[in-house]
């Protein structure tokens, strides 16, 4: 039987965001946060111009043979953007936590 388990990321993913978003004048490095099973990561990268690339991961079931991950990078400027993105992350978060 094939099933299919959908779940809110822990408490940490906004904060995460919000984080990026405090720091809009740029970072060195990556930045990165995944869920407790690894299924899920997001990766934050600045470049110049004030973009903050977001790399967004799913590996399900990492420790099954033949196992597979996905990946998409999304691109947001830097401060405005980005602050409108986190607290849009923030907003579903907090309205999904009670289901």
């Known amino acids: 039987m094939n099933e299919v388990v959908a779940w809110v990321w822990d408490s ?3 904060p995460f965001l919000e984080e990026l978003a405090a720091d809009y004048r740029g970072w060195d490095g990556e930045r990165s ?3 407790n099973d690894r299924d899920l990561s997001v990766s934050a990268v600045f ?4 973009h903050v690339g977001l790399t967004w991961t799913l590996r399900p ?10 990946s998409v990078t999304t691109w947001l ?4 953007q980005m602050s409108t993105f986190a607290a849009g992350i923030r907003h579903f978060l907090d309205s999904h936590s009670g289901d």
Do not use: H, I, N, V
């Not at 470049?47 to 004030?50: E, F, K, M, P, Y």
């Not at 079931?61 to 996905?70: D, E, F, M, V, Y």
């Open 77 to 80: 400027e830097a401060g405005e």
């Open 47 to 50: 470049r110049s111009g004030g």
């Open 33 to 35: 946060r995944q869920t």
């Open 61 to 70: 079931w990492p420790k099954t043979a033949g196992g597979w991950s996905a």
């Open 12 to 14: 940490d993913l906004a």
